[in-house]
């Protein structure tokens, strides 16, 4: 890895009670002393203040899953960026590719909630990737410059360098088939040389983390490789102890 400071987060997805947030910090803190990663934690909207609440005076960052880009009005089911800060979050993590291909999140509704995020203050954990089959007719590249040129055409210049990018390529997400370091690296890479292209600056500043079936066995791999900046871990961030290990790789 680099100078740049790695981001380790936690995304629950749809899991965890109020109770069982709680018990997770309750177990995660006392095993994370002294990191040097920016570990974040992304609870369902409910539970974000619970855990907002028992990581308190710690490390530990709160991010939501998901946010709508206007700042209030008739969008029933949303939540805004304002909400979100009010609820003690820091960062969002925007156009998972669950959201993208479940609930129908778009490339143009991305070009609007990445740079709001950034104008509220809250840190934009951005998710690309390309699904299996478009990676078997190498489409990989074509994919990731659309979703990124598309989250990040709005973003001034000068604020590109502070969005985190997640790559996570859909067939490595809760499949237990994780992506090589050497693929997720080149993919990585390949990012960072899209985000160099508007600003040499904005690319060596910016953070690229994957995602998809990082456990404790294959974080330090992943983890030790110069184009990845951390890790976006689902199922294993749900126990405490193997999102510990995670954190203690970077
Ligand atoms: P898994 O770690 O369960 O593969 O999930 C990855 C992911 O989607 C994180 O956002």
Redesign the pocket.
């Known amino acids: 890895m680099s100078e740049r400071r790695p981001v380790i987060a936690a995304?629950w997805k749809m899991n965890k009670s109020i109770e069982e947030a709680e018990e997770f910090c309750n177990a995660l803190l006392p095993r994370i002393c002294d990191v040097g990663a920016q570990v974040v934690i992304c609870p369902p909207f409910l539970a974000l203040n619970t855990v907002v609440e028992a990581t308190k005076g710690g490390e530990v960052e709160v991010a939501a899953q998901n946010m709508h880009f206007e700042p209030d009005g008739a969008f029933t089911g949303e939540v805004s960026a304002a909400m979100l800060l009010d609820a003690g979050a820091l960062a969002v993590v925007l156009g998972?590719s669950e959201r993208r291909q479940l609930f129908g999140e778009t490339d143009e509704a991305l070009s609007r909630k990445v740079p709001v995020a950034l104008e509220n203050g809250l840190l934009p954990i951005f998710c690309v990737g390309e699904s299996e089959e478009e990676r078997e007719r190498d489409d990989t590249d074509r994919v990731l410059r659309r979703q990124v040129d598309a989250g990040l055409s709005r973003v001034p210049e000068a604020r590109l360098g502070e969005v985190v990018i997640a790559y996570?390529p859909i067939w490595?997400?809760?499949t237990g088939k994780t992506a090589t370091p050497e693929e997720a690296e080149d993919a990585c890479g390949f990012i960072r040389s899209l985000v160099s292209a508007r600003s040499e600056a904005a690319g060596q500043a910016i953070r690229i983390l994957y995602?998809?079936?990082?456990k404790p066995a294959n974080a330090a791999d992943l983890l030790g490789r110069e184009e990845i900046d951390g890790a976006?871990?689902?199922?294993?961030s749900l126990d405490p102890g193997d999102f510990a290990a995670i954190v203690m790789a970077a």
């Not at 995602?211 to 990082?214: I, Q």
């Not at 976006?232 to 294993?236: E, I, R």
């Open positions: 995304n998972h996570e490595a997400i809760g995602g998809g079936s990082v976006l871990v689902g199922g294993a």
